[in-house]
């Protein structure tokens, strides 16, 4: 209307609806898992010297993947066994699931799992191929029995078939170079990892992690000394092994969404600071 005075720019930033600021980062966030985008990712170190640790690995030995997530981790912890997975089958690595952090991960491992068995498109047979273990209380004595004599430790699978009637998990009867598993890959969203360390170390296996985010600055004095033979962090992680494999899944549009929302949260802070900055202005040149 005629006459009616143009608000300043600084007013008009300011008063945007707030509703409005969380819808945009919602419709960020969902556009590139919507519409599988991807961004170009560097690759790190740590999820490269996994790769090459499993690409070395020996095709007659177990792995283990001790799984040990819940539902509060899973945005992070999900995509790095799905990927991981994924390498161990491409392999040709027979591979059993075990679960010592949390009672309802031997269930979302095997959904993990499966997932990734649909991904690759390969008869990958449960009990001839992989096995999963359901969940174990690691107390010290367990974890002992465990390292020392897996048969010993693990009677049955989380179904309740005995081991010994599983093909896969036949012969299976210890860790190290002498012995029949190769590796241990311990996908955690807790301190589990702790205990591998004290008890897997000394067997010279080979014993790889996949973390939260906020847990792996913790981890790289154990990746510098040796003790670990890779490392995955976060989703990030998770994105990178995908790129290191062939494998787009969901760490890679994931990061995609999660690298939007941060440059949309980036460009409301320089609006917000425009604003300040201007609001000072014009105050200071009234006051002239």
Same mark, same amino acid.
């Given at each position: 209307m005629r006459g009616q005075r143009r608000l300043p720019l600084e007013q008009i930033i300011g008063r945007i609806d707030r509703r409005l600021v969380y819808a945009g980062l919602f419709l960020i966030t969902l556009a590139p898992l919507v519409g599988r985008w991807a961004l /170009?990712? $560097?690759?790190?170190?740590?999820p490269k010297m996994l790769a090459d640790t499993i690409n070395a690995l020996p095709q007659?030995?177990?792995?283990?993947?001790?799984?040990? @997530?819940? =539902?509060?981790? &899973?945005?992070?912890?999900?995509?790095?066994?799905?990927?991981?997975?994924?390498?161990?089958? !491409? !392999?040709?690595?027979?591979?059993?699931?075990?679960?010592?952090?949390?009672?309802?991960?031997? &269930?979302? *491992?095997? *959904? =993990?799992?499966?997932?990734?068995?649909?991904?690759? #498109?390969? /008869? @990958?047979?449960?009990?001839?191929?992989?096995?999963?273990? +359901? $969940?174990?209380l690691a107390t010290e004595p367990w974890l002992r029995s465990f390292v020392r004599q897996i048969p010993e430790a693990v009677k049955?699978? @989380?179904?309740?078939?005995?081991v010994d009637q599983i093909p896969v998990m036949r012969?299976?009867?210890?860790f190290g170079p002498d012995g029949q598993a190769s590796m241990l890959i311990d996908i955690t969203g807790s301190a589990t990892i702790d205990g591998w360390y004290r008890y897997l170390s000394p067997t010279g296996v080979k014993l790889g992690l996949g973390c939260t985010a906020v847990m792996a600055?913790?981890? $790289?004095?154990?990746?510098?000394?040796?003790?670990?033979? +890779?490392l995955l962090?976060?989703? #990030? +992680?998770? *994105?990178?092994?995908?790129?290191?494999?062939?494998?787009?899944g969901f760490g890679t549009t994931a990061m995609a969404g999660q690298s939007f929302a941060h440059l949309y949260i980036l460009i409301l802070i320089i609006l917000g600071n425009l604003s300040l900055v201007l609001g000072w202005?014009?105050?200071?040149?009234?006051r002239r």
């Open positions: /170009p990712l $560097y690759v790190t170190p740590p007659d030995k177990l792995v283990f993947i001790s799984s040990n @997530w819940d =539902a509060g981790t &899973q945005a992070e912890n999900r995509p790095q066994m799905t990927v991981l997975v994924r390498h161990l089958i !491409r !392999r040709r690595l027979k591979f059993a699931s075990i679960s010592i952090g949390a009672p309802n991960a031997p &269930q979302l *491992a095997n *959904a =993990a799992i499966e997932q990734a068995i649909q991904l690759e #498109k390969v /008869p @990958w047979v449960y009990g001839q191929d992989w096995v999963n273990l +359901g $969940y174990k049955e699978d @989380w179904k309740g078939t005995p012969g299976v009867q210890k600055p913790e981890q $790289y004095p154990f990746l510098d000394s040796g003790q670990l033979s +890779g962090t976060g989703m #990030k +992680g998770a *994105a990178e092994y995908e790129q290191i494999i062939g494998a787009q202005l014009e105050r200071r040149r009234r």
